[in-house]
């Protein structure tokens, strides 16, 4: 099996089309993306920083997954649903998410931290794995909607599930490519293969690349280029379209590097190279990008100033909003635990708002 | 081995145990998620690997289930396998094999099989983490027939409690409190007198009220103990050390003495550790009681977003609070 991840923008940032990829560059608005992977690093570098200060807790950083989550966000519809882990701050910034929003998991003021409902993006997955089987039901429940395979444009739709190269070891995964492949499900997986889980790069895992696990389960796998968003939006639309037209499950495995150590709290100096590091940084997806555009004339003086002014006001957003993120009241761990308060609930309720009161 | 004393944190007292088993016993392993050359998210199995190869210290892929099945597999074939399970919140995947496996297969073939399996889980609260890091999940464990559950609060106990575990021919779930991993004490690796791994202890001598606790909450009780032995009162306090088997005849002998009970844990409150210890005093020590048993616990919600944890946790002045409702019944 040919392995080669499929390449549309390489290294030097020149276009090449594939026979196995079929990708039009005039299909999609390449500033917007541009833009978008800009605004991702963005995110992650105002949270690292606030981080640092002390203001989060953690941050797991996204740094060198620009293309992967920007390219696959960019071929959703609004009315399409992402299950992300805890990476995926590109995807959420594309989803409409305010970034600020996202601080707070990290921050410690909440455990969601946004309205999944509201922008088709659900919360945060931190347990390895889980979210691939919760994606397995949504989908299962679109198809008994009657909203897949109908023909009509503004009718179908199809779950994306994003999955580290880690958590295809985790039973659930499995179970969700099983469950998925049977009941030919219009769900998508899309797995960032960042080369390492924490400390476990993915000879730890598999002896396989992740596109050819697919195959085992009975769907589609494909291989992209992980730093290269034409890549990576091309193969998310061509599976989303397969998906939303009742083909089926598709797995796509965007072949990237973590760049950054797992979270602010890791020590990657413990188990890796930094020539490693190196050799992908010289691979960033944002560079070759901004070479295309440069080489094509769709960046100029205007539009790079404008990109510029957005990326400060965002940091300043950023900035500003998570030290203005609410600490929530002492009746809120309460508060939701169950539709409505047992008795014993709200006894302890009380106990707890009368000692916090006293204490004051 | 010779003798030797010397002050260390926790963690590394848990790494000492671990070490000496693995020199006592070419049977031991350790299996878990980047245990090797990272040394564990909280380095308790620094240098392991370097030490004794990556045969016995063992980077699993991904997957608690497996970390768990396969340590049983590894124990039929006579290992002596130690799990690490990354985070408390990390543990669920591998209930299956804990629940329906591990703990009963002794039982099912009739003693033929003994399964000498520990999981080493990081638990508890106080580390202002994000969510799943901070669970208290031992009252499951504790509820399962089969399963010894057990919690070191100090640098001797984490070094004697592990290397007891390894020797253990029932599966061990020790729980390390991760909020007090870098809490220093005297470690002596004498082999002549390890205490008991299923034994209490008393570790403060009082005549007044028992307060029972375990783990991270045990340095917390010794100072509420402090704070009330200024105000005349004389507090009692029992390391409870195993939480399956409980030893409630070191907590009843005190309430017999002190005819007052004030049980503490951070994990929530109903159907918990404290509800069992209330049972069985009231059992075993119903003419001593003069006050009901008092629970100062976590609530029965999801552990909070770490702004709040510190609230939510029951602290010293909650501790303190629970005394004095004892005393003023
Ligand atoms: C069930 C479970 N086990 C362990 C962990 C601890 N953990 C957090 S992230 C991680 C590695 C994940 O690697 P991968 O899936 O490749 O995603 P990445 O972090 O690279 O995005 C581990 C082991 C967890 N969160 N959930
Ligand atoms: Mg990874």
């Given amino acids: 099996m040919n392995d080669e991840p499929i390449s549309l923008l390489n290294a030097g940032g020149s276009f090449t089309s594939s026979p196995e990829l079929p990708f039009e560059t005039d299909s999609t608005d390449v500033l917007a993306l541009y833009n978008d992977m800009l605004m991702a690093r963005t995110v992650d570098t105002e949270a690292i920083a606030l ?26 519809l609004p009315r399409d649903i992402v299950f992300p882990t805890y990476r995926e701050h590109g995807v959420a910034w594309c989803r409409g998410v305010d970034p600020v929003d996202l601080l707070g998991l990290f921050r410690g003021t909440t455990l969601g931290g946004w309205n999944p409902t509201e922008n088709n993006f659900n919360l945060y997955t931190l347990v390895i794995g889980a979210q691939t089987l919760h994606a397995v039901g949504y989908a299962m429940g679109i198809l008994r909607d009657g909203d897949v395979g109908t023909g009509d444009p503004d009718r179908d739709r199809a779950v994306l599930v994003f999955l580290g190269d880690g958590a295809l070891s985790e039973g659930e995964t499995n179970e969700a490519f099983v469950w998925a492949a049977a009941q030919h499900l219009p769900v998508v997986f899309f797995c960032q293969n960042n080369q390492w889980a924490i400390s476990a790069p993915y000879s730890v895992q598999s002896r396989v690349s992740v596109a050819q696990r697919a195959q085992g389960y009975g769907f589609k796998g494909v291989r992209v280029d992980g730093n290269d968003v034409f890549a990576c939006l091309a193969a998310t639309r061509e599976a989303l379209a397969a998906a939303r037209a009742g083909q089926g499950p598709t797995l796509i495995e965007a072949l990237t590097y973590r760049r950054n150590p797992h979270t602010t709290s890791d020590d990657d100096g413990r188990y890796r190279t930094l020539a490693e590091n190196d050799a992908w940084a010289a691979l960033d997806p944002i560079d070759r990008l901004r070479t295309y555009l440069q080489s094509t004339g769709l960046l100029n003086d205007a539009n790079v100033e404008d990109i510029s002014r957005r990326g400060k006001a965002l940091a300043e957003h950023l900035r500003s909003g998570c030290r203005a993120l609410p600490v929530p009241g002492h009746a809120s761990p309460f508060q939701n635990t169950y539709a409505e308060l047992p008795d014993e609930l709200e006894r302890q309720m009380n106990e707890h708002l009368e000692f916090v009161e006293a204490a004051e | 081995m010779t003798t030797m004393t010397s002050r260390m944190p926790i963690a590394h007292a848990l790494n000492l145990g671990l070490r000496h088993a693995m020199e006592a016993d070419e049977k031991v392993m350790l299996i878990g998620e980047d245990i090797g050359q990272l040394g564990g998210v909280f380095r308790v199995t620094d240098g392991l690997q370097k030490t004794f190869g990556d045969h016995r210290v063992v980077d699993s892929p991904l997957g608690e289930a497996g970390i768990v099945g396969s340590a049983i597999g590894l124990a039929m074939a006579g290992y002596r396998p130690v799990c690490e399970i990354q985070f408390d919140g990390f543990v669920f995947p591998a209930m299956n094999q804990i629940i329906t496996q591990l703990a009963k297969y002794r039982h099912r073939s009739e003693g033929a099989v003994t399964l000498p399996v520990v ?10 983490a994000i969510e799943h ?35 253990s021919n029932d599966p061990v779930i020790f729980l390390e409190p991760k909020r007090n991993y870098w809490l220093k004490g005297d470690v002596s690796t ?21 307060l029972v606790t375990y783990g991270a909450l045990v340095p917390v009780a010794m100072k509420a103990a402090d704070v009330c032995q200024e105000e005349g009162r004389n507090i009692d306090v029992i390391d409870l050390r195993s939480l399956s088997p409980i030893d409630d005849k070191a907590v009843v002998a005190s309430v017999q003495r002190t005819g007052r009970l004030v049980v503490a844990h951070e994990a929530s409150r109903s159907v918990g550790l404290g509800a069992e210890l209330a049972a ?50």
Avoid: C
């Fill in chain 1, 51 to 76: 981080q640092r200060q002390g203001e989060l807790g953690l941050w797991p950083s996204m740094l060198g997954q620009e293309a992967a989550q920007i390219g696959a966000a960019h071929a959703l």
């Fill in chain 2, 119 to 128: 999981i080493r889980i990081p638990v508890g609260g106080g580390i202002g």
């Fill in chain 2, 133 to 167: 890091h901070s669970e208290s999940p031992e009252a499951y464990f504790a509820h399962t027939a089969g399963l010894k559950v057990v919690s070191p609060s100090n640098p001797q106990d984490a070094y004697d409690m592990m290397k007891l575990a390894i020797r």
């Fill in chain 2, 190 to 210: 004498s082999t002549t007198t390890p205490s008991d791994l299923d034994r209490a202890v008393t570790v403060r001598k009082g005549t007044d009220l028992t």
């Fill in chain 2, 280 to 329: 069985r005093v009231q059992d075993e020590a119903f003419y001593s009681l003069i006050s009901p048993v008092i629970r100062v616990t976590g609530y029965d919600t999801p552990y909070p977003a770490s702004r709040l944890e510190e609230e939510w946790l029951p602290g010293l002045d909650r501790i303190l609070d629970g005394i004095d409702r004892s005393f003023t019944y």
